[in-house]
């Protein structure tokens, strides 16, 4: 079954050799399903036909969100440490440990229904992929459930065991590293892509990140880092040395910092929504993408600092707050958490590509920073499905 999508007002393709600028952009452009892929994109006067066809009405459409950050496998509520920190104390890496407490009691069935439903919640908004990371169970099998839970739902699964030193190991956080590269990566190496560390004081120092890192690498799994969130520290640079796909946060770069960012592979990946919640300094993608890095946005989505689903309301915080131009903003969140997944079938509308698709009820991309807050998705494909 083949569908032609017409009319489209404003296609961004994220291939500049296919339209206008680095978003590829076609004006009154067309594009064909067929099965779970793209099979044809371009000018709608020269479309094919196919079985079915879909009248884009000369609204907007784009690749649908590659959220590339996210922790969503957790229980507990967080509100009151929300409005507390709103009312003036301020945060730390600890908040994450009601959290452990909430997760660990809860049932595999309380867990899978929290998932599926901000996974449902980001969908209606516009993201056909996400990642997620464990690191709220900090057991063996905490841990190891946390990952077999989100494997069901998506491929893009990280063993975060090294999230926060877990309680029990407080007075010796060297076991704890011990177990997170022993005995818990076993279990979780089989469910997990990628490994991630919290590299950050309060956390875990440059030393125990490489550790874990280079233990997780070991067993198959591609680092990425929660690095330089709430101080300077090596996580950047530790990033880039051991070849992460990605460096989450960037908050605090020194010029070596964004200097490593740019002449590696490793995407800067940004997670405006962290700054927003916790009324932190925002990071400067500006002076990334001067540099020449690649950036990506992300909604870090969890119960403590940042419990948005949004990929448009990262997009406007993006470009109202770090210096990005909408279409910058707009790449990062789509194409940009592709490459920081080292995924090529998503985050472009190509043909080959999967067919993930966000329709905007408006007329260019443009509306999703300069309509902040307001609901813009008109329809939504994932891998070729409607899914609304
Ligand atoms: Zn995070």
């Not at 309301?313 to 790449?331: L, S, W």
Request: overall charge negative.
């Amino acid at each position: 079954m083949s569908t032609l999508i017409t009319n489209v007002g404003s296609l961004v393709t994220n291939d500049p050799a296919i339209g206008e600028g680095p978003l590829g952009l076609i004006t009154d452009a067309a594009v064909v399903i067929d099965g779970g892929t793209i099979a044809w994109v371009g000018p709608a006067a020269a479309a094919p036909t196919a079985d079915e066809r879909y009248d884009a009405a000369g609204r907007a459409l784009l690749p649908g969100f590659v959220d590339s950050h996210a922790h969503l496998v957790f229980a507990g509520d967080r509100t009151a440490e929300f409005n507390a920190r709103m009312s003036g104390q301020a945060y730390s890496a600890g908040g994450i440990r009601t959290t452990v407490a909430a997760t660990r009691a809860a049932t595999d069935a309380e867990l899978e229904a929290n998932l599926t439903r901000l996974i449902g919640e980001a969908l209606r908004q516009g993201t056909t992929t996400i990642e997620c990371k464990s690191g709220y169970g900090l057991t063996v099998a905490d841990e190891a459930r946390a990952l077999r839970i989100a494997a069901a739902h998506t491929p893009e699964t990280t063993y975060l065991g090294a999230h926060v030193v877990a309680p029990e190991f407080k007075e010796d956080p060297a076991a704890y590293v011990d177990l997170v590269t022993g005995e818990m990566l076993d279990a979780c190496a089989p469910h997990a892509r990628w490994v991630d560390v919290f590299c950050e004081n309060g956390a875990f120092d440059g030393d125990q990140a490489r550790a874990i890192l280079t233990a997780g690498a070991k067993r198959g799994l591609t680092p990425r880092v929660h690095a330089n969130q709430l101080s300077y520290g090596p996580g950047v640079q530790l990033a880039v040395e051991l070849g992460a796909a990605s460096a989450d946060h960037c908050t605090h770069l020194t010029d070596a910092d964004v200097t490593a960012l740019a002449s590696g592979d490793t995407v800067a990946t940004l997670l405006p929504g962290a700054e927003f919640s916790t009324r932190a300094p925002y990071p400067d993608a500006r002076r990334l993408l001067d540099a020449g890095a690649t950036v990506a946005l992300s909604t870090d989505c969890n119960p403590g600092s940042s419990f948005t689903s949004s990929m448009a309301f990262c997009i406007a915080v993006a470009v109202r707050e770090m210096g990005m131009t909408p279409d910058e903003a707009v790449h990062s969140a789509t194409v940009g958490g592709a490459q920081a997944l080292r995924r090529t079938d998503v985050g472009r509308v190509t043909v080959g590509a999967r067919a993930d698709l966000l329709l905007l009820d408006a007329p260019s991309h443009v509306h999703l920073a300069y309509r902040p807050g307001v609901p813009l998705t008109a329809a939504v494909w994932r891998a070729g499905v409607r899914e609304l």
